[in-house]
């Protein structure tokens, strides 16, 4: 059984900063690029940031570069996400995602059922 849990979520004022993480199941995640993805109600599904097997290369939308930070823990099959300076605009839920080839927004197999972060003005 694969499976991905997010946690780190939170209600939180503008300008704040949380920290997310994703736990991931099973050994093989380890080695899979693993990404953050982002839904607000009734809006489609946002990529945020994606890292590669050994977190040497990253990626970040560019609504969130230079405040968000993606890394990864591969002993602990962990992966976080520190979101600094936070906007009422990156009010969703936060979900993380892998993929033996994944990267970016596409090829990813694996989703964490999601942690809400809400981010007050």
């Known amino acids: 059984q694969v499976q991905l849990v997010e946690s780190g979520g939170g209600l939180l004022q503008a300008g704040g900063s949380l920290r997310l993480s994703c736990a991931a199941s099973g050994r093989t995640f380890s080695t899979y690029p693993k990404g953050w993805f982002r839904q607000a109600p009734g809006k489609e599904r946002e990529s945020v940031a994606s890292?590669?097997?050994?977190?040497?290369?990253?990626y970040y939308a560019d609504s969130v570069k230079g405040r968000f930070t993606i890394s990864r823990d591969n002993t602990k099959n962990t992966v976080y996400l520190q979101m600094n300076s936070l906007k009422p605009e990156d009010t969703a839920v936060y979900y993380c995602a892998a993929g033996p080839t994944a990267w970016r927004d596409t090829k990813y197999d694996y989703w964490g059922q999601g942690t809400q972060v809400t981010v007050s003005s």
């Open positions: 890292i590669n097997w050994s977190g040497s290369t990253k």
